[in-house]
């Protein structure tokens, strides 16, 4: 074992001498290299982040929510409504919400109203002509504390608020767009009648009754369409599948140049690295000894590389709230939400990105070696 | 101490351009003496200094080493007696461009794993020796002719062989150089070392230090001279 460990020790001594000796050619690769690694770890630990972020808020969003639907449209929740669903066993809480969209023309940007709801992140009390703000509205119309604000509804009629709060910078994520008011202050902007909502949420007193109840829901009212939370959860899961993938279809451009590149680089022996090889062997390295250098090669730059990379993907993604990719992954086209994620690192994904990267410039680099290091060691003495 | 039994050695065996670089060669070679092949370009000095060295393998004949066989043996044995037993000093000393003097020298020891530290103070003590203690982290294409043939010397002897084979070792030196090779030469065979070389330059051929010369021709032996 001591044995071994010091051949290893010795070979991987070589391998940094011999990289050394081509240090702006190795560097450049290894910059390039950890580049592409850093852009793939980003947009892995950004979505995997925000899958999770996105699952740790909806565990508290009620388990159904029933709309009503005409002519396949979704319309409002008409007085009566609740009441029926009241008789269906299992049902826990239910109540009727009011929430709707409002384009504001200042800024170009939808905002989300809404009448907080009881079991919400929402739960607060808001005062006549006052309203709750989230950050990137207050952040758009230059808004705080106290300020008096007007928006005009749909039927042409303004209306002054005046800002009581902005919602706390943590919940960004999913309260950047949105303006809250009391229930009378939105039926009123909305010009929706009393006893009618947006939508109804249900809560189960049993989660593995869901779908049994969603069944009773569906015959007792067969105008409503039900949006179960787990189904709400698998949205989102394949949203953020489906952004991630657009972003890295973009990626696979300077992907594929990079492994044409690491290819060319790790497969191609030039006629010095033959001659060296032949030296070698001549001087009592066997095959084997040869490939192990060129394995540690390999290995060393790559696993440079790639901590090199997914280090700085961490800091990206979790320090500077992936400044590259914002764009296109967060997915809001003017209110853009500014909010740091948890940091979250699946092992699974490093060890994807791991074999993905690592594994194919090892190959790479090792495989071509093999035809070289096998010619006889008399080729030197001949040469 | 090596006894080559009608060594034949053929090259391309089988197409149009086969060659044959040995044509049966019976030859003794003593052990702590300095033995010289000598010939012409192409008569096989290099193929022979190969065989011996276990580099290659004979079309046919027997290569016995200490009494054993070893002309049949597969790569893996022949490189583990090549790098314990021999040594090799090569005509343009195939040094490792851009490594320093010194980890050229250890290159040889790299695949056994022995002490590190044993392993620098070895090639430390061997570049002293040949008066390059001071170049040692230079990186080789820096020294002289001289100088890197003393490199190609000291890397010869760092798993501390029996015996040093040399190939055309005056080829690029001048008069001067050459006469201190043979002084190291002479310095090795007192320590014992067995010697093979080629050459054909009569400084070396005609030195005090050779004990024998081996003439060859076109792949033969047509006379031994003692």
Redesign the interface.
Same mark, same amino acid.
């Given at each position: 074992m001591k044995?071994?460990? $010091?051949?290893?020790?010795?070979?991987i001594?070589?391998t940094l #001498? #011999?990289l050394s000796?081509?240090k702006l050619k190795n560097f450049g690769l290894l910059l390039v290299y950890a580049l592409i690694v850093f852009l793939l770890a980003s947009v892995m630990l950004f979505t995997h982040a925000l899958r999770r972020e996105a699952a740790l808020v909806l565990k508290n969003t009620p388990e159904v929510i029933v709309q009503r639907m005409v002519a396949g449209r979704h319309d409002l929740i008409p007085p009566g409504y609740i009441e029926k669903l009241g008789r269906i066993r299992g049902v826990q809480h239910i109540e009727g919400r009011l929430w709707g969209y409002f384009y504001d023309p200042v800024v170009r940007a939808n905002y989300t109203f809404m009448a907080p709801t009881a079991g919400t992140i929402n739960e607060i009390q808001i005062a006549d002509s006052e309203i709750v703000i989230g950050a990137a509205v207050a952040r758009e119309r230059g808004l705080e504390h106290g300020n008096l604000i007007s928006f005009r509804s749909y039927t042409g009629k303004l209306f002054v608020f005046t800002v009581a709060s902005v919602l706390p910078h943590d919940a960004e994520l999913v309260s950047a767009d949105l303006v809250l008011l009391n229930p009378a202050d939105y039926r009123a902007f909305f010009g929706i009648p009393a006893d009618h909502y947006t939508d109804i949420a249900l809560s189960v007193a049993n989660p593995q009754e869901v779908r049994n109840i969603a069944a009773k829901l569906s015959e007792t009212l067969p105008d409503a369409r039900l949006i179960l939370r787990e189904e709400v959860l698998r949205t989102y899961e394949s949203i953020f599948n489906w952004r991630e993938g657009i972003v890295l279809v973009l990626l696979s451009g300077s992907i594929l140049a990079f492994a044409i590149f690491a290819w060319e680089k790790a497969s191609g022996l030039s006629a010095?690295e033959k001659r060296?090889i032949g030296?070698?062997?001549?001087? $009592?390295?066997?095959?084997g000894?040869v490939l192990k250098m060129k394995f540690w090669e390999g290995a060393l730059v790559s696993l440079t590389a790639f901590l090199l990379g997914y280090v700085a993907a961490y800091w990206h993604v979790f320090h500077f709230s992936t400044a590259l990719f914002e764009p296109v992954l967060k997915g809001w086209s003017v209110l853009y939400p500014r909010f740091e994620l948890v940091p979250v690192v699946d092992g699974f994904q490093v060890a994807t990105l791991f074999f993905f990267t690592v594994f194919p410039y090892t190959v790479a680099t090792i495989v071509p070696i093999w035809r070289a290091a096998i010619t006889?060691?008399?080729a030197?003495?001949? $040469? | 101490m090596i006894k080559l039994t009608n060594i034949r050695k053929a090259y391309n065996q089988g197409q149009h351009n086969e060659f044959w670089a040995l044509n049966g060669i019976d030859l003794d070679i003593e052990a702590n003496k300095v033995t010289a092949l000598s010939g012409p370009s192409g008569s096989g000095k290099s193929t022979l200094l190969s065989i011996v060295g276990c580099m290659a393998r004979p079309t046919s004949g027997r290569v016995q080493l200490a009494g054993r066989d070893i002309s049949g043996l597969p790569e893996r044995f022949l490189t583990d007696i090549r790098r314990s037993t021999f040594g090799f000093i090569f005509q343009q000393y195939n040094l490792i461009k851009g490594l320093s003097a010194r980890d050229n020298v250890m290159l040889p020891a790299y695949p056994l794993g022995g002490d590190w530290r044993a392993l620098h103070e070895r090639a430390d003590m061997l570049l002293d020796t040949f008066k390059l203690g001071h170049r040692c982290h230079a990186p080789v294409e820096w020294l002289s002719g001289g100088e890197q043939q003393r490199v190609a010397i000291a890397r010869a002897l760092i798993n501390d062989p029996l015996v040093v084979i040399a190939d055309e070792p005056t080829a690029n030196l001048d008069t001067v150089l050459s006469r201190e090779f043979l002084s190291i030469l002479e310095s090795l065979k007192q320590q014992g070392k067995t010697i093979l070389l080629s050459s054909h330059d009569s400084l070396v051929v005609e030195s005090s230090v050779v004990d024998r010369v081996v003439r060859l021709r076109d792949g033969h032996l047509p006379e031994a001279a003692e």
């Open positions: 044995t071994w460990i $010091g051949k290893q020790q010795a070979l001594d070589f #001498s #011999s000796r081509r010095e060296e030296i070698l062997k001549a001087i $009592g390295w066997e095959t000894d006889d060691p008399d030197v003495m001949r $040469g | -």
